[in-house]
């Protein structure tokens, strides 16, 4: 695996570990989180938000 790949992958798990802070955060606030955020972790926005208002 070439230094290029590594920081990739490293980049990766912060951009995944930001979304999941920031679901987390919205969640906890009563808030809808941000679409984007959701998809980052595999979450269908649209699903979510069915369960959410349940």
């Known amino acids: 695996m ?3 790949q ?3 992958k490293i980049g990766s798990f912060f951009r ?3 979304s999941a802070v920031a679901v987390a955060e ?3 606030l009563g808030h809808q ?4 955020d959701l998809r980052a ?3 269908d926005p649209v699903q979510f938000k ?3 208002r349940s």
């Not at 989180?33 to 984007?36: C, I, K």
């Open 2 to 4: 070439s230094k290029t």
């Open 6 to 8: 590594k920081l990739s």
């Open 16 to 18: 995944a570990f930001g």
């Open 26 to 28: 919205a969640t906890r």
């Open 33 to 36: 989180p941000v679409a984007s």
């Open 41 to 43: 972790l595999g979450i």
């Open 50 to 52: 069915a369960i959410y």
